[in-house]
Structure formats: C-alpha cells, structure tokens
C-alpha cells in the first residue's frame, strides 16, 4: 500500500495513540475462563508462529533517530528497532534485535517493520518478513530503506539473518499487476522446499523457493466500489494474510484499500494454477487468518467497523462450514495485528499499532 488516497490500508492507523492502555477486559488471572495477557510492552506486534512449544511474535518495531520522512500515515523517522519476541514458560525475550522500522515520529506507533515469522520444519530457521508499503520510488530515495520489502532467514543460534528474497526488487522487476509499484509482504507461511508471501502493496501472492527464486501464484483484482460523495474508487485487493487449508490449498485475507467497506473484505482460496476463488465473504479489514485443528476457519479483522470509522475496536471471528460468522471476542482487541491457533487457544496480538503498548493475548476458543 502506498500513501496515495486509493491504496492506504494496512497503516490508516493513527487511532493508535489514543488506545496505548492496551485491553482493559483481559486477565492475567489464569483460572479466569477469559483471555490472558502472556506478553506485553511490545512494539507494534505483528505475526505470530509457534516453534519448539514457544510462541514468537514480530514486532515491527519503532522506528527511531531518523531519516525521516513523509510515511503512509504522516511524518516517519527510520530506526533499527524492529524486533522478533519469543514467549514460553520463563516470560518473554526479545531474541532477535536490530531489525529495519519506521514508525510514527515521535511515538513510533503504526510502524512498518517485521511483520511475521515461519519456522521451517525440523530446524531452527525462521522466516521473517519485513515490510515498506511505499511507492517503490520513493523509497530508493532513502538508502536506509534498502533493507525493507525483504523475505529473511534468521538463526535464532547466532542472532543473526540474511536476505532471500528481496520483494522490492522483484516487484521493481516485474510488477506483476501492472499498477503503481508498491510492495508490502505482510505475511509468510513454510512449506516444504519454498515459503509463500502475501503482498498487501503488490496485491499478489509470491512463492520464494528455498535457493530464492520468486514465482507469482495469484494476483488479486481491484474491485469498483462506492465511497464517500457518491464516487467510486477502483479499490485494491490488499491482501494481508495466508494460510495453508485442511485441503491443501492457499486461503488468503484481505484488508482492502480505500474506502475501506464495511463487510467488503474477503477470504480468496488459491488453487495452484487456477485463479483465485471467492472462498468467504462479508468481513471487515482482515489482518489474519488460520485454521485450527478440525479445519476451522478463524480471521481476525483489525477494524471490525471499518478503517474510516474511527473505531480501533477489532474482532476475532470464527467461520462456520456454511460461510457464517461467529465473533469469539471483539470488546478489548484494540487494532490487532496477529492470529495464532494451538489446542484450544487463538493468540492474537493486541494493540498491534502501539509502540511499547503491544500484548499478545491467549483467548480461549473451545467450542
């Protein structure tokens, strides 16, 4: 997403500042039958992956001392304080350090950084991406920013990572949609010999074989709709999130761009090969998405009424095999960020726009 009117998306965020007391309605009492607070003080936590029974969390950081910037959402300065937070028995320990943000200037809130991890299967090696949604012109302007719009591989071992796949380049290279070059990849799945990306500023979903060759899979259509005045708007497809199905193909969510609609966001099953198909429909601003252990779809919507509403209020909802909805928790899930699903418990990440005010919640969804 860019910052021009008709892609903003995932950081028309600003709200942020206003919701820095976190959620009020969790508990930190373990016997409560609620949702529990297992980490906090984060900044702008993003994706979640479990590994080894511990759960880690992206935080896309603060930003920092500068450059600075015009960014989606207003002046940006650059730092080196992107992060990735493992969580377990012991409490919470931020095991990877130094990583590329920008964040609002001044409070480091809505900052763009890394936005998930993926752990390959049988070895300590964990993906990372970290985003940029700039106009990719733009943001060659800025050296500083050469490492953002980039797939990683990070060892957790060393505390160290290197570039796989540089997303920025590719879409530089190719733009598969023919629209403005923008490049955001937001989140990121392993699968045996290749990981997949969802670019919610390319609007497309990217295969990164283990060597780093990049294939596109699916690109996702603007959609004509109409927004405030009466205009339409050719809105994009913005798509946030991916998970693999209990079938084995790719389902992917969608935030939308401007104007943001209310129940205009869906989730897209990708077959390989064939174009992607309409899978579910009627959410709002999608973030994330996963399947539980009977298959079950859950999405987490990061504005539940919307970008324009001025509402920070998310939702947490369940799929039903029919395409019906069931909200498990909205009151208290103030712009999350993140969706991860173990036994029977999601974990999302709260106040996923907040510098040093991010949670990561354990909901119990049992039903």
């Known amino acids: 997403m860019s910052s021009t009117p008709r892609k ?14 976190g959620t009020a309605t969790a508990s930190a009492d373990p016997d409560d039958a609620g949702p529990e607070i297992i980490a906090s003080g984060l900044n702008n936590p993003r994706g979640l992956a479990f590994h080894g029974g511990d759960l880690y969390v992206a935080e896309a950081g603060a930003g920092g001392s500068g ?28 095991v990877l350090t130094g990583l590329s943000s920008f964040g ?5 809130d809505a900052a763009i950084g890394p936005s998930d991890v993926a752990f390959k299967r049988g070895g300590n090696s964990m993906l990372l991406t ?19 719009g980039q797939l990683l591989r990070a060892r957790l071992s060393k505390g160290d990572w290197k570039t796989i796949a540089d997303l920025a380049d590719f879409e530089d290279a190719n733009n598969p949609t023919g629209d403005e070059e923008n490049v955001n990849p937001n989140s990121v799945i392993s699968l045996p010999g290749r990981s997949v990306v969802s670019d919610a500023g390319a609007n497309d979903l990217l295969q990164v074989r283990n060597s780093g060759k990049v294939r596109v899979l699916a690109t996702f259509p603007n959609t004509d709709v109409i927004g405030p005045g009466g205009a339409t708007f050719s809105m994009d497809a913005v798509p946030t999130s991916v998970a693999k199905g209990p079938d084995g193909a790719l389902y992917v969510g969608q935030l939308t761009g401007f104007p943001f609609p209310v129940g205009g966001a869906s989730v897209w099953r990708v077959e390989r090969g ?47 095999a029919n395409g019906g909805q069931e909200i498990v928790m909205s009151d208290g899930l103030i712009t999350p960020g993140g969706l991860a699903l173990r036994g029977d418990n999601a974990y999302v990440s709260n106040c996923g726009t907040c510098a040093g005010g991010g949670e990561v919640l354990r909901i119990p969804i049992d039903d």
Do not use: W
């Open 8 to 21: 903003r998306g995932l950081v028309v965020l600003g709200v942020a500042a206003l919701v820095l007391s």
């Open 67 to 94: 450059p600075c910037f015009q960014g989606p959402e207003g002046p940006s300065c650059f730092g080196l304080s992107g992060s990735v937070t493992r969580i377990d028995e012991d409490g919470q320990t931020r």
């Open 104 to 108: 609002q200037q001044g409070s480091g």
């Open 130 to 148: 970290v985003g940029l949604g700039l106009d990719l012109d733009f943001s060659k302007t800025i050296p500083e920013l050469d490492d953002m």
């Open 274 to 320: 064939e174009q992607p198909e309409l899978f579910a429909t009627g959410f709002t601003n999608i973030i994330d998405i996963a399947f539980d252990k009977k298959g079950t779809l859950y999405v987490l919507e990061i504005f539940h009424n919307g970008l324009l509403s001025g509402d920070p209020t998310g939702a947490l909802i369940r799929v039903d």
